[in-house]
């Protein structure tokens, strides 16, 4: 017989088993692959699934609700804020008097009454009424006494002396600049 007569030949065998070798590499290639991306997605699902990001988000949701529910009330302490440095711009500012007028009431003998006070910006100017001169005379004396006097008020000023006759009481006109 003849050897020619096969159908296939050896070296067509050779060539077939390269490449089924090829294909087996290429399959268990592309397997592993397959494999790897599987186990590096799960890997990502559970970090995903156990970080705390949808808690954030969720937080993050309630804040912002919460933030639109106080809006109105941050809007209401910003204005007080605002009004509140105001006021104490102009309470800064301002003179007060209390003292002045303390140390004035210390200073007034028993029997003379104040019937009227007026204060314009650093102007102080009043009334005293009593039934003696005396005591009229002690008030200027201890108001006008430089020792006593303090640095609350200066430049006294005697504007009036009057008598009302028929209540027999006596009426003094005083302003000072206060300081």
């Known amino acids: 017989?003849?050897?020619?007569?096969?159908?296939?030949?050896?070296?067509?065998?050779i060539n077939t088993t390269?490449?089924?070798?090829?294909?087996?590499?290429?399959?268990?290639?592309?397997?592993?692959l397959l494999f790897i991306v599987s186990v590096f997605s799960a890997i990502i699902l559970i970090l995903v699934a156990l970080s705390p990001l949808p808690q954030l988000k969720k937080q993050q949701k309630i804040a912002s609700f919460n933030?639109?529910?106080a809006q109105a009330d941050?809007?209401?302490?910003?204005?007080?804020?605002?009004?509140?440095?105001?006021i104490k711009l102009i309470l800064d500012k301002r003179r007060y008097y209390d003292r002045t007028l303390e140390t004035l009431q210390s200073k007034l003998p028993s029997g003379v009454v104040i019937e009227n006070i007026s204060i314009k910006q650093n102007n102080m100017?009043?009334?005293l009424s009593s039934n003696s001169l005396l005591l009229l005379d002690n008030?200027?004396?201890?108001?006008?006494?430089?020792?006593?006097?303090?640095?609350?008020?200066?430049?006294?000023?005697?504007?009036?002396?009057?008598?009302?006759?028929?209540?027999?009481?006596?009426?003094?006109?005083?302003?000072?600049?206060?300081?």
Do not use: C, H, W
């Not at 017989?1 to 067509?12: A, G, P, Q, R, V």
């Not at 390269?18 to 592993?32: F, G």
């Not at 941050?74 to 105001?86: F, M, P, Q, T």
């Open 1 to 13: 017989m003849n050897n020619n007569i096969n159908l296939l030949d050896f070296k067509s065998k």
């Open 125 to 127: 100017s009043f009334t």
């Open 74 to 86: 941050i809007i209401k302490l910003a204005l007080v804020k605002d009004r509140v440095s105001s």
């Open 67 to 69: 933030l639109s529910l």
């Open 139 to 179: 008030f200027l004396n201890t108001i006008t006494n430089p020792d006593e006097s303090g640095k609350e008020y200066s430049n006294i000023v005697l504007n009036k002396l009057g008598n009302k006759e028929s209540e027999n009481n006596f009426s003094l006109d005083i302003s000072m600049k206060t300081l």
């Open 18 to 32: 390269r490449s089924d070798t090829k294909q087996r590499n290429l399959r268990i290639i592309a397997i592993s």
